[in-house]
């Protein structure tokens, strides 16, 4: 399985910004899927997660209500909408997926794709 994350960029506090990540290869091994950020200097942690129908998702304190999970299954592809941007959502944010659930949540994920940047400026 192979993830690639996009949309990354600078956006100003208070902003929007629309994360992707396409997955190709065996798609059952992608049957849930969460993304994970990576600020400077500090470790990876846990955003948000969803199941393979989208009817479950499940989002870390700091993002909730701010960030939506959600993904088109058809298109092999999960997105993060975020908004209300704040700079302490600067990182690089990492798209991973796995057969389990708790396994993604705890950051033992199966598979990982590369990070994709996003940088909130005040």
Sequence with gaps: VQLQASG???????????????????TLSYIVMGWFRQAP?????????????????????????RFTIS???????????????????????YCATGRKWDNIVSGSSDYWGQGTLVTVSS
Excluded at 43 to 49: D, L, P
Excluded at 71 to 92: F, G, H, I
């Design 8 to 26: 990354g960029g600078l956006v100003q506090v208070g902003g929007s910004l629309r994360l992707s990540c396409a997955a190709s290869g065996r």
């Design 41 to 65: 200097g500090k470790e990876r942690e846990f955003v948000a997660v969803i199941n393979w129908s989208g009817s479950s998702t499940f989002y870390a304190d700091s993002v909730k209500g």
């Design 71 to 93: 993904r088109d299954n058809a298109k092999n592809t999960m997105y993060l909408q975020m908004t209300s941007l704040k700079p302490e959502d600067t990182a690089v944010y």
